[in-house]
């Protein structure tokens, strides 16, 4: 498995996690600490770090040092990395759907 590959896994497993895909959606509206991103979940905040931690090492987002203050910021050149994985087989999926509608309405005309 390539670099790049294993990337994506990070990635994607660190994204099967619901809470991760909350603390995620509430990092696109902007930087948010540890603190401020526990506040709406029944979890304990040590356990909202270690998810924090998990996304952190799949690459989709950093944490950067304010004073006393350790904000998280989203990484989008990682998260458009993962769009464009998904973008490929989306494409892919589309073409042979064309082909198909081509194909039916091909055989439409000829009963027709």
């Given at each position: 498995m390539n670099e790049s590959e294993d990337r994506l896994d990070r990635a994607f497993l660190a994204l099967a996690d619901p809470v991760r895909r909350s603390l995620i959606a509430r990092l696109s509206r902007g930087e948010a600490t540890v603190n401020e991103l526990a506040e709406?979940?029944?979890?304990?905040k040590q356990a909202?770090?270690?998810h924090i931690q998990v996304l952190?090492?799949?690459?989709?987002?950093?944490?950067?040092?304010?004073g006393q203050r350790r904000p998280c910021h989203?990484?989008?050149a990682a998260l458009e990395s993962?769009?464009?994985w998904?973008?490929?087989?989306?494409?892919i999926a589309e073409r042979q759907y064309r082909r198909l509608d081509t194909v039916?309405?091909?055989m439409k005309?000829?009963?027709s």
């Amino acid at each position: 498995m390539n670099e790049s590959e294993d990337r994506l896994d990070r990635a994607f497993l660190a994204l099967a996690d619901p809470v991760r895909r909350s603390l995620i959606a509430r990092l696109s509206r902007g930087e948010a600490t540890v603190n401020e991103l526990a506040e709406p979940f029944v979890i304990s905040k040590q356990a909202v770090s270690r998810h924090i931690q998990v996304l952190e090492a799949a690459g989709l987002i950093t944490r950067t040092r304010d004073g006393q203050r350790r904000p998280c910021h989203l990484a989008p050149a990682a998260l458009e990395s993962l769009t464009a994985w998904i973008d490929t087989y989306r494409l892919i999926a589309e073409r042979q759907y064309r082909r198909l509608d081509t194909v039916l309405n091909t055989m439409k005309e000829k009963e027709s």
